[in-house]
């Protein structure tokens, strides 16, 4: 069993960085892929960004890409999602996902352990 752990949340204005985290409780950290979703109101739960066992491999969603590094920490089972250029529409409700194997994945049911999740709202 792997507990995700979220926490870097917060209320920002546009153009503004933010870093998320994600504690996993897994001997196996290591053997993770590791990603962000995010999911805004009344909307579907979207890929963010994710990174192989290593982190040598990452992967990101096309509206994100340039502005936000996904990065992990394996000594510390931590993943790591920096924001950049902050924009209204990143507002969501992000999402740490872990899943087995070694296949990088945008597909949300593919993902096994979920965290609860963090807030980020970014103001105009």
């Known amino acids: 069993q792997v507990q995700l752990v979220e926490s870097g949340g917060g209320l920002v204005q546009a153009g503004d960085s933010l870093s998320l985290s994600c504690v996993a409780s897994?001997?196996?950290?290591?053997?993770?892929?590791m990603a962000w979703f995010r999911q805004a109101p009344g909307k579907e739960r979207d890929f963010v960004a994710a990174?192989?066992?290593?982190?040598?491999?990452?992967d990101y969603a096309d509206s994100v890409k340039g502005r936000f590094i996904i990065s992990r920490d394996n000594a510390k089972n931590t993943l790591y999602l920096q924001m950049n250029s902050l924009k209204p529409e990143d507002t969501a409700g992000y999402y740490c996902a872990a899943r087995a194997g070694d296949v990088l994945t945008r597909v949300r049911s593919q993902y096994n352990y979920w965290g609860q999740g963090t807030q980020v709202t970014v103001s105009s």
């Open positions: 897994a001997r196996a950290f290591s053997h993770l892929i």
């Open positions: 990174i192989s066992w290593g982190g040598i491999n990452t």
